[in-house]
């Protein structure tokens, strides 16, 4: 007798805890509760935790602040996703989709909203005028990979991640099917940057901010811990790229912006916060 599951006519959510998020995931968007959220004294207020997708856009105003560019300071304030933060009504307000980051530009009036990093990258990009090329070519080619990434990422983090890490029950189909995307965007990764420094070619720019969180993170195992089981170690040339990225000091303390941690800040106001840190 076939134990497959069946779907039936008609969906109904069932409350379950078969996963490290399950009790905040629901089938509705919108405001669950009434929250203030806190604002500094910059005009740029970050919204925001320390995962990759969160890593992104602090790495980007650390490299903008690595410049010289003040205007480009910020308060990033910790938002816990395990608690559900993200689902009060100032965060809501600002990003409908309840996910970190979320940025509010108070330079501008009336204020302005930005979410999903990938937008906020580009947001902050065309604000401060770097990180993305200005030749006609190696602009596209960033936007491109950014967009790659925005696209591939949620196979990488809701596929395999979610697979092979959080899910109490290991699913050999799930586990393999996006195993296989992953070492697939990590071989894609690796034969571009075999004649390419970087994303977008000899300049860096946003495009690696955006992928490099989620694949250099897998590719070292600070991401899923799961060198040995993707067999990261063969991606030499993506593990070079990662390597040099790593170095930058804006990156540096873009990471350590809103961990979860005790070395981490939740709060980060000047460069004299990271004093010690790094």
Not at 208 to 223: H, L, Q, R, S
């Amino acid at each position: 007798m076939s134990t497959a599951y069946i779907p039936p006519r008609i969906w109904q959510h069932e409350e379950k805890n078969d996963n490290k998020y399950a009790s905040i995931n629901r089938p509705t968007a919108g405001p669950r509760f009434e929250q203030k959220l806190p604002v500094g004294e910059h005009p740029l207020q970050l919204y925001s935790l320390a995962t990759p997708n969160g890593q992104k856009v602090t790495i980007m105003l650390e490299e903008l602040l690595e410049l010289g560019i003040g205007a480009a300071e910020y308060d990033a304030w910790f938002i816990n996703i395990g608690k559900g933060d993200q689902f009060g009504s100032d965060f809501v307000a600002i990003n409908p989709n309840s996910k970190i980051p979320a940025l509010l530009d108070h330079s501008v009036e009336p204020a302005q909203p930005v979410f999903e990093s990938g937008a906020i990258l580009l947001y902050l990009a065309e604000k401060f005028g770097h990180f993305v090329p200005r030749d006609p070519a190696a602009r596209t080619r960033c936007l491109s990979w950014l967009f790659w990434q925005m696209g591939a990422a949620p196979y990488l983090g809701g596929g395999f991640g979610h697979f092979y890490v959080y899910a109490n029950d290991k699913i050999e189909y799930a586990i393999n099917r996006f195993t296989m995307e992953a070492k697939r965007q990590l071989d894609l990764l690796d034969k571009h940057l075999a004649d390419n420094r970087f994303m977008a070619g000899d300049e860096y720019s946003i495009a690696d901010m955006a992928i490099w969180p989620w694949y250099g993170g897998v590719a070292t195992g600070e991401v899923y811990d799961a060198v040995e089981f993707l067999q990261a170690g063969e991606y030499k040339n993506l593990l070079r790229w990662q390597q040099e990225i790593a170095r930058r000091p804006g990156v540096q303390r873009g990471r350590l912006v809103n961990q979860r941690g005790e070395k981490g800040l939740h709060e980060r106001h000047s460069a004299a916060d990271f004093e010690g840190l790094l």
